[in-house]
């Protein structure tokens, strides 16, 4: 069975930081590429960052660069979102997803919420 788990979201003030954790079970994760996206009700989808399966190319949306890291630990069959100096745009549910080819598999989503 595969999961997808997510944790780490959280209430956080403007400027501060939160680590994200996706934990993945039931599928070959290393060849797996990984995907943060956020979304917020009423609000398209985002790609925030992606990582390649072997963790050595990543890219990431315009609107987190400098501020986001994406890494993963194929050992431990986890990524990781270090999300840092973060605003209250970046207000949202954040999604963990396993891409190879057309296969997709999708997280639960945990919240962040940067408080006023």
């Known amino acids: 069975q595969v999961q997808l788990v997510e944790s780490g979201g959280g209430l956080v003030q403007p400027g501060g930081s939160l680590r994200l954790s996706c934990a993945a079970s039931g599928f070959t994760f290393s060849t797996y590429a990984m995907i943060w996206y956020r979304q917020a009700p009423g609000k398209e989808r985002e790609l925030v960052a992606r990582?390649?399966?072997?963790?050595?190319?990543?890219n990431y949306a315009d609107s987190v660069k400098g501020r986001f890291t994406i890494s993963r630990d194929n050992a431990k069959n986890t990524v990781y979102l270090q999300m840092n100096s973060l605003k209250p745009a970046d207000t949202d549910v954040y999604y963990c997803?396993?891409?190879?080819?057309?296969?997709?598999?999708w997280g639960q989503g945990t919240q962040v919420n940067l408080s006023s």
């Open positions: 997803i396993a891409n190879m080819s057309w296969t997709e598999y």
């Open positions: 990582i390649t399966s072997a963790g050595s190319n990543t």
